[in-house]
């Protein structure tokens, strides 16, 4: 069975610094495919990233990137410069492909609260 | 990426009474999943609806609990049944994304049972 797991329960920084959430996850799949999902207090959850398990290149998306590392298991989160608005819970989670097409429901990590201090 | 309407947005219940919660899809989707999120909690899949066929629940859920409809492409429920305060959460519904996209969530159901 697939797992993800985010070591880091809460992180607070101070603005302006950077920040890495990490992802380590366990799936027997060869093809899987990883999110990176932002919940802000309002609740909504925001789709961040997908990465497909056969694409390691690094993603960089303004502020933020992403290191997808096959070898360590591990899907990093990093916010470069990071703001007050960055303040949220950020999940980290996995599915693994269906045979036919498709791919099966989230498996998530349990979250990392970030806090950005003004 | 679809937009999904997903209500009621939130519900405060009396123990023992059953809620039903819809989620409406602009467009048609082969699955869609029903997720749980406990207060303070991660996201826990419930279960994956599939249109023409039976609903497949996680280890820990079971359909005389949770019993889910998929009528068509677009539309699912899943209904809380014989609620507790244990059953205090936020409910999800989610669909498969399309090509490089992530799922695709509602914008919940938080569920208060008194």
């Known amino acids: 069975a697939q797992k993800v797991t985010q070591a880091q329960t809460e992180i607070s920084v101070v603005e302006k610094e950077d920040v890495t959430l990490d992802c380590v996850y366990e799936?027997?799949?060869?093809?899987?495919?990883l999110f990176w999902y932002k919940q802000p207090p309002s609740g909504e959850l925001v789709f961040l990233i997908r990465r497909n398990s056969f694409d390691e290149q690094n993603e960089i998306s303004g502020r933020y990137s992403w290191n997808f590392q096959k070898s360590t298991s591990s899907f990093n989160f990093t916010i470069t410069a990071s703001q007050v608005v960055d303040s949220a819970v950020y999940f980290c989670?996995?599915?693994?492909?269906?045979?036919?097409?498709?791919?099966?429901?989230?498996?998530f990590g349990k979250g990392t609260h970030l806090i950005i201090q003004p | 990426s679809a937009v999904i309407s997903q209500k009621p947005s939130r519900d405060i219940c009396q123990r023992g009474t059953s809620l039903t919660i819809q989620c409406q899809v602009d467009s048609q989707v082969t699955m869609m999943f029903w997720y749980r999120q406990q207060p303070g909690q991660s996201l826990t899949l419930i279960a994956t609806?599939?249109?023409?066929?039976?609903?497949?629940?996680e280890s820990g859920f079971v359909i005389d609990k949770f019993p889910i409809s998929r009528p068509n492409l677009t539309f699912s429920t899943l209904t809380v049944s014989n609620m507790s305060p244990e059953d205090s959460s936020i409910y999800l519904c989610?669909?498969?994304?399309?090509?490089?996209?992530?799922?695709?969530f509602g914008s919940g159901t938080r569920l208060t049972v008194v």
């Open positions: 609806a599939n249109q023409g066929s039976e609903a497949t629940y």
């Open positions: 799936t027997r799949d060869t093809t899987y495919y």
């Open positions: 989610s669909v498969v994304p399309g090509q490089g996209y992530g799922y695709t």
């Open positions: 989670a996995l599915s693994e492909a269906r045979s036919g097409g498709g791919a099966d429901g989230l498996t």
